[in-house]
């Protein structure tokens, strides 16, 4: 039973939150965490054991594959949770224990790309905020994912709004698909990833990167890519122009 060894270390791990948000204390004695998970009485609790549980699956990696059968509905559970706070650090525990679970994935063992993509879906998913930031980050951490399945799952969920944390792993996985899948997707593409730009808040590596893409797709199809520009907010718009220039004179 997974209570076998998540009892251990249940007082040890880090309540994961978004930046500046103050920590959530924690209980005087940390029940397990998958016990504590399946509290219904004490939301603080469930989101501290989403947290412990996630950084005890990645730091076990497949030697946690046979605790699947316990964590998997667990997890079903906990993303439905009423509470925001529990709901963001569920999908901060699932990519973390998908990035490191290899072969799970394959074998259907673990439902983290599904539950990902129900949070993910356009119509009746999580709008703006830590709880889809932190789910299209579990969703690109999931080893074996088609990304045939999570590409316009992931355009539609940018950009990142409250975990700035999560915001460059979500564009390098955009990026390691290349030009040659993502251009089809030009006005999604501008729209995701032009007001992360903009607003200046990216590695100077990663925003060059992207700034190259985008100058590659505006060459490719300009009317595509005006059609990406025009769904952004002005000042976005112009702030992008201005950045571009930049590259092509860096040319």
Not at 126 to 147: C, F, I, K, M, T
Not at 151 to 164: E, M, Q, Y
């Amino acid at each position: 039973m997974a209570s076998d060894w998540l009892p251990e270390v249940g007082g040890r791990g880090r309540h994961r939150r978004g930046r500046g948000l103050p920590a959530p204390p924690l209980p005087p004695h940390p029940p397990p965490p998958l016990a504590a998970l399946a509290d219904p009485a004490h939301p603080r609790a469930r989101s501290w054991a989403a947290a412990v549980i996630g950084q005890l699956g990645h730091a076990l990696g497949p030697e946690a594959t046979p605790f699947l059968p316990d964590l998997g509905p667990t997890f079903r559970l906990a993303v439905g949770d009423q509470d925001n706070e529990v709901r963001a650090n569920a999908f901060y525990a699932i990519g973390r224990i998908g990035e490191a679970m290899g072969h799970a994935h394959h074998e259907g063992a673990w439902p983290g790309a599904e539950l990902c993509s129900h949070a993910l879906r356009p119509v009746g998913g999580e709008g703006p905020g830590r709880v889809r930031d932190n789910a299209v980050a579990a969703l690109v951490r999931q080893s074996g994912l088609p990304w045939q399945r999570a590409l316009p799952l992931v355009l539609g969920s940018l950009p990142v709004t409250a975990d700035l944390e999560e915001e460059a792993p979500v564009l390098r996985f955009l990026l390691g698909l290349g030009a040659e899948w993502l251009l089809p997707h030009l006005p999604e593409l501008v729209g995701a990833v032009g007001p992360t730009l903009a607003l200046g808040r990216l590695q100077k590596d990663l925003s060059q990167s992207l700034l190259v893409l985008l100058h590659q797709g505006a060459r490719a199809d300009p009317e595509r890519f005006r059609v990406g520009v025009a769904s952004l907010d002005p000042a976005h718009a112009a702030i992008l122009h201005g950045m571009f220039d930049d590259v092509i004179s860096g040319q």
